[in-house]
């Protein structure tokens, strides 16, 4: 797997991280949505630079003018609900794409730390021979990204597959390296080194759906 860290460069995407991870400036909701859309869109703008392009001609006012055009035909899936700011930010570049959207959450068994995913909801195009982006902000254990990517097996072989998260852990990342081949790309603004006993990312930002949407029950 070939992973492009954005963190190992300086760029304004620092401030977006930053801002996402302060438990003062994360209170506000809004803030926190439009910094997930923010870097969704740097993650995509740096995609963009690998994928494949065709030339075309413009028809200007004046003339015609030489371009290159994108040739990918993408399919942009999204992990519900903590997904959409992110898949907002993306889909602002690949306004073109198809759309895919899928629930993946942790089920702990009688309260114990210990969890499976569970996959309920999922709508989502063919996928045969496309450039398919599975976006996810938070690369925990990696357990979602996997079962979210083994769900959509039936719709269909991409061409290409692009993981795209905010912030990882380390475990997460080497979890995903085990389970998706040498081709497929990770793009992630940042990676933190572990994981707390309840599988949830160190110093993270914490509960990425919650700080977007607001706080949900448990069951």
Same mark, same amino acid.
């Not at 969704?40 to 740096?46: A, R, S």
């Not at 097996?153 to 990342?173: D, R, Y």
């Given at each position: 797997?070939?992973?492009?860290?954005?963190?190992?460069?300086?760029?304004?995407?620092?401030?977006?991280?930053?801002?996402?991870?302060?438990?003062?400036?994360?209170? =506000?909701?809004? !803030?926190?949505?439009?910094?997930?859309? !923010?870097?969704?869109?740097?993650?995509?703008?740096?995609? +963009?630079?690998?994928?494949?392009?065709?030339?075309?001609?413009?028809?200007?006012? /004046?003339?015609?003018?030489? &371009?290159?055009? /994108?040739?990918?035909?993408v399919? @942009?899936? +999204?992990?519900? !609900?903590?997904?959409?700011?992110?898949?907002?930010?993306?889909?602002?570049?690949?306004?073109?794409?198809?759309?895919?959207?899928?629930?993946?959450?942790?089920?702990?068994?009688?309260?114990?730390?210990?969890?499976?995913?569970?996959?309920?909801?999922?709508?989502?195009?063919?996928?045969?021979?496309? *450039?398919?982006?599975l976006?996810?902000?938070? @690369? #925990? *254990?990696?357990?979602?990204?996997?079962?979210?990517?083994?769900?959509l097996?039936?719709? $269909?072989?991409?061409?290409?597959?692009?993981?795209? +998260?905010?912030?990882?852990?380390?475990? $997460?990342?080497n979890?995903?390296?085990?389970?998706? &081949?040498?081709?497929?790309?990770?793009?992630?603004?940042?990676?933190?080194?572990?994981?707390?006993?309840? $599988?949830?990312?160190?110093?993270? /930002?914490?509960?990425?759906? =919650?700080? #977007?949407? $607001?706080?949900?029950?448990?069951h």
């Open positions: 797997m070939q992973i492009h860290n954005l963190s190992e460069q300086n760029s304004i995407l620092n401030t977006f991280i930053s801002e996402i991870r302060n438990i003062s400036i994360q209170k =506000d909701r809004m !803030r926190f949505r439009r910094n997930i859309e !923010r870097i969704g869109e740097i993650l995509g703008y740096e995609m +963009s630079k690998v994928l494949s392009y065709k030339p075309s001609t413009v028809t200007t006012p /004046l003339g015609t003018s030489p &371009n290159n055009s /994108l040739e990918n035909d399919v @942009l899936c +999204s992990v519900l !609900r903590a997904g959409i700011p992110l898949h907002n930010g993306l889909l602002n570049y690949f306004d073109s794409a198809d759309n895919a959207f899928i629930s993946a959450y942790r089920h702990h068994k009688h309260n114990t730390e210990s969890f499976e995913i569970i996959v309920e909801y999922l709508a989502c195009p063919n996928l045969e021979g496309k *450039t398919l982006i976006a996810d902000p938070m @690369l #925990a *254990t990696g357990q979602s990204m996997v079962a979210t990517f083994e769900a097996k039936p719709f $269909g072989t991409p061409k290409e597959i692009h993981l795209v +998260s905010v912030i990882g852990a380390q475990e $997460g990342v979890y995903i390296e085990k389970h998706f &081949n040498a081709s497929t790309h990770l793009w992630i603004a940042t990676i933190d080194e572990t994981l707390n006993d309840k $599988g949830y990312i160190v110093p993270g /930002l914490g509960d990425a759906g =919650d700080l #977007a949407f $607001g706080d949900k029950l448990q």
